[in-house]
């Protein structure tokens, strides 16, 4: 485990070798730049888009410097106007393009889930380093093959889990590994998001695909990784309900980005897959409930939960994303209960990580992703994991999400029954 001052002192200033040489892949050669491509330019692609802008503008200057060459996005107005607002060289209509250009090393790929698959090994093959978003996909077959394209890519290949860099979140697993909560009974965790609450909104890739590819899918995949990057890993499932509350939605007339609504026609479609899903985890060390929605009114994205130890516990809520609740029990009788504590240069992350990075300071949810673009160049620079942020987690890690997942739905279909996760 990383002690607190790993994350504020992060080796020498301005240190950059020629050549660094990566564990396993082939390194980058530090004298170029590293060119940069995000593929969809949509919600979350823009976010990768300004991260790989400011990922050399925190911490030290240890990072190659980085051309940012093309945002590519089928919709051609939204990846123009993409590449024009976070200063990248160009745009592209077909993800094609950037595989073929042999000036372009990084890229992330911030596309519907069902396209993740075609464009990862796509990339792989072209030796390009691949930094895909979660899900790995929506099916267990396509995440597989993903997985084994990782494994003999001469390449690097890691799947932006975002929310292990929020420093709330990776506060409160410090607090688990160190101890200071003690061992681990509880966690209660819920991931609520209301972009499908209205009968309005229309039919997206989100509403499409295997049970489980819904709101599981989409914001399971975030809250399961959570409750297990703090818990450690679940050894089965339980207890698990989906359910499909909006059964049709009206077809798009135009573009969907994100969670966006209107511009709906007349003509209805089925919805494919889950609004809800519930489950019980048990861990290798306690127990816990998880829940997701996507139609829960009045939560736009809140991701929050709480964790029981023996000697504490503590919570954090999306909703207040630069705080972090914590209760030990040898607090004196008379004061016991949750403190807040301001998430500041103490903390996971913060030191050095905002441009500003005095206590008090907000800080958010856009944040995270410029600590994971970080984590990805330095680590395709070579340089050593112990003196960059901790690394993405892996394709492997990205399969094993999605066994769980798949262990939630197998659940589901046997009547709640436990079901075995499978071991990474
Ligand atoms: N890490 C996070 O916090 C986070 C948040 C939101 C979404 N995501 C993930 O990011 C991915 C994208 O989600 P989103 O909400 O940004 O989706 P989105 O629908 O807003 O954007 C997707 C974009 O991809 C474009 N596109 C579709 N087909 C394409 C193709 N063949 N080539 C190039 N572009 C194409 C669309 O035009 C659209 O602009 C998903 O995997 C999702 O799970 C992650």
């Not at 992330?108 to 930094?131: D, M, Q, T």
């Not at 958010?364 to 340089?383: C, D, S, T």
Request: charged residues 20%.
């Amino acid at each position: 485990m990383r002690s607190r001052t790993s994350w504020n002192d992060r080796g020498p200033v301005g240190l950059v070798p020629d050549l660094i040489v990566s564990s396993q892949k082939e390194p980058h050669m530090a004298s170029h730049p590293l060119g940069i491509a995000v593929i969809g330019a949509g919600m979350a692609g823009k976010a990768h888009a300004h991260a790989y802008r400011e990922a050399g503008s925190v911490y030290a200057s240890t990072i190659p410097p980085v051309r940012l060459v093309s945002i590519c996005d089928l919709n051609a107005q939204l990846a123009e106007e993409a590449a024009a607002r976070f200063g990248y060289e160009r745009h592209d209509v077909d993800w094609r393009a950037i595989v073929d250009d042999p000036d372009i090393h990084v890229v992330s790929i911030v596309v519907a889930n069902f396209l993740h698959r075609e464009i990862v090994e796509a990339l792989l093959a072209a030796g390009k380093h691949v930094l895909c978003e979660k899900p790995l996909s929506d099916t267990i077959e396509d995440a597989e093959a993903m997985a084994e394209a990782a494994r003999s890519a001469s390449s690097i290949a890691r799947i932006g889990l975002t929310y292990r860099r929020a420093p709330g979140i990776a506060f409160v697993r410090e607090l688990v590994q160190s101890g200071r909560l003690g061992d681990v009974l509880h966690f209660s965790g819920r991931y609520w998001a209301d972009y499908g609450a209205h009968t309005d909104a229309p039919m997206s890739w989100r509403y499409r695909g295997p049970n489980g590819s819904g709101a599981l899918g989409d914001i399971g995949s975030h809250l399961s990784y959570v409750a297990e990057f703090i818990c450690g890993d679940m050894v089965s499932v339980s207890g698990a309900q989906l359910s499909t509350a909006i059964t049709e939605r009206p077809k798009p007339l135009g573009a969907i980005v994100g969670h966006t609504r209107g511009g709906a026609s007349d003509e209805m479609v089925p919805v494919e897959n889950d609004d809800y899903a519930g489950f019980t985890a048990e861990f290798a060390q306690g127990s816990g409930t998880l829940e997701v929605s996507r139609v829960a009114v009045a939560h736009p994205s809140t991701l929050f939960f709480e964790v029981f130890g023996t000697k504490g516990a503590a919570r954090w809520d999306q909703r207040s994303f630069a705080e972090a609740e914590v209760a030990f029990h040898d607090d004196p009788e008379d004061v016991i209960g949750y403190r807040t504590v301001r998430l500041g240069p103490a903390h996971p992350y913060l030191a050095n990580g905002l441009p500003m990075d005095s206590p008090g300071v907000g800080h958010g949810q856009n944040e995270p992703f410029v600590y994971q673009a970080r984590a990805f160049l330095e680590e395709v620079a070579g340089i050593p994991e112990e003196a960059s942020l901790p690394r993405n987690a892996s394709f492997e890690e990205g399969l094993r999400n999605m066994r769980l997942l798949d262990a939630v739905v197998q659940s589901h279909e046997a009547g709640g029954a436990a079901v075995e996760v499978p071991a990474l």
